[in-house]
């Protein structure tokens, strides 16, 4: 048997925005009634003593009734967020919106292929059960996951120099289901970075690629918008303002020997995995060549319209 990871997200903030809508799809000649969509909760917490605005988008997706034709938990759960919680976006502001409360969160990747024709890959949090936070209340957004490191390595910029302040990238892979064979394993490649020295010390002291490790850490979902001056041929800088949206793990914290033989994955296992991701990925890349539109066959003229 190929154990699921442990993969757990906590978050503790604001409803910020809610888009959920009812849908339907058809299996096995039925109508199957469904509701999701996506919602946002704001959280403000520390990221290596910064404190930092966070807006998490949270997916939800749930079928009405179950396989045994009960009403599924989850959809109800789902509903009574559309129908009852109140988002600042509506409420105008903090006050009068809910405090939410999520203790059952994953993460998965969402892969897609971008405008280039290569596959783009972000992390993705998901949740089908949410409740008012009651009692005390103490904003947050973190995660614990458990996965065989693939790789480590110093970030870099563009011209391969190494940041400053440091910042590592590890590369884990996280099985995401039981499975019965490896090849059924579902493997999704997560990149978790480390910002706090103690962390990337820790991690570049003791982490190997190929063992098995337990982490721990916050969400950063948020945003940065920037003033640059960016040089023309001629006259006046122009001033440009960038926003820039980051979606990361920060890991805080884990485990510096690897797991026990018996929870942890061989690394056949987890090629097997990897491989059978990489091939639907190839799979979503090229479907997604076969349906572009054919570029008009060149004819020597510029139509400028006019």
């Given at each position: 048997m190929y154990r699921k990871a442990k993969n757990v997200v906590t978050i503790e903030g604001i409803l910020a925005e809610t888009d959920l809508k009812y849908g339907s799809f058809e299996r096995n000649g039925r109508t199957?009634?469904?509701?999701?969509?996506?919602?946002?909760?704001?959280?403000?917490?520390?990221?290596?003593?910064?404190?930092?605005?966070?807006?998490?988008?949270?997916?939800?997706?749930?079928?009405?009734?179950?396989?045994?034709?009960?009403?599924?938990?989850?959809?109800?759960?789902?509903?009574?967020?559309?129908?009852?919680?109140?988002?600042?976006?509506?409420?105008?502001?903090?006050?009068?919106?809910?405090?939410?409360?999520?203790?059952?969160?994953?993460?998965?990747?969402?892969?897609?292929?971008?405008?280039?024709?290569?596959?783009?890959?972000i992390p993705r949090i998901n949740a089908n059960f949410?409740?008012?936070?009651?009692?005390s209340f103490n904003p947050t957004a973190t995660f614990a996951l458990e996965g065989m490191v693939r790789s480590i390595a110093r970030a870099t910029d563009k011209d391969g120099i190494e940041l400053t302040p440091a910042k590592l990238n590890v590369e884990l892979a996280v099985p995401q289901y039981t499975a019965e064979t490896a090849a059924a394993l579902n493997v999704d490649s997560m990149t978790v970075v480390a910002i706090s020295p103690s962390v990337i010390a820790g991690i570049e002291g003791s982490w190997e690629p190929g063992n098995c490790y337990a982490a721990q850490g916050v969400l950063n979902f948020s945003s940065r918008t920037e003033e640059i001056y960016k040089e023309v041929?001629?006259?006046?800088?122009?001033?440009?303002t960038r926003t820039t949206s980051v979606s990361e793990l920060v890991v805080t914290a884990g485990t510096a020997t690897p797991l026990d033989e018996e929870y942890s994955w061989t690394v056949e296992e987890i090629k097997a995995g990897v491989l059978a991701k990489r091939a639907q990925l190839e799979e979503l890349k090229n479907s997604k060549k076969a349906s572009a539109p054919k570029a008009p066959a060149a004819t020597g003229k510029i139509d400028l319209g006019f």
């Amino acid at each position: 048997m190929y154990r699921k990871a442990k993969n757990v997200v906590t978050i503790e903030g604001i409803l910020a925005e809610t888009d959920l809508k009812y849908g339907s799809f058809e299996r096995n000649g039925r109508t199957q009634e469904t509701i999701g969509g996506v919602i946002k909760i704001a959280v403000d917490q520390e990221i290596n003593k910064v404190m930092t605005h966070l807006e998490v988008p949270v997916h939800m997706f749930s079928t009405k009734y179950t396989k045994n034709n009960a009403l599924n938990p989850a959809y109800t759960s789902i509903e009574k967020v559309m129908k009852e919680y109140t988002s600042i976006a509506a409420a105008g502001g903090v006050e009068g919106a809910t405090k939410v409360r999520i203790t059952s969160g994953t993460i998965s990747i969402n892969s897609f292929v971008g405008r280039d024709g290569n596959i783009v890959s972000i992390p993705r949090i998901n949740a089908n059960f949410i409740s008012v936070a009651t009692g005390s209340f103490n904003p947050t957004a973190t995660f614990a996951l458990e996965g065989m490191v693939r790789s480590i390595a110093r970030a870099t910029d563009k011209d391969g120099i190494e940041l400053t302040p440091a910042k590592l990238n590890v590369e884990l892979a996280v099985p995401q289901y039981t499975a019965e064979t490896a090849a059924a394993l579902n493997v999704d490649s997560m990149t978790v970075v480390a910002i706090s020295p103690s962390v990337i010390a820790g991690i570049e002291g003791s982490w190997e690629p190929g063992n098995c490790y337990a982490a721990q850490g916050v969400l950063n979902f948020s945003s940065r918008t920037e003033e640059i001056y960016k040089e023309v041929d001629f006259g006046e800088p122009q001033k440009v303002t960038r926003t820039t949206s980051v979606s990361e793990l920060v890991v805080t914290a884990g485990t510096a020997t690897p797991l026990d033989e018996e929870y942890s994955w061989t690394v056949e296992e987890i090629k097997a995995g990897v491989l059978a991701k990489r091939a639907q990925l190839e799979e979503l890349k090229n479907s997604k060549k076969a349906s572009a539109p054919k570029a008009p066959a060149a004819t020597g003229k510029i139509d400028l319209g006019f």
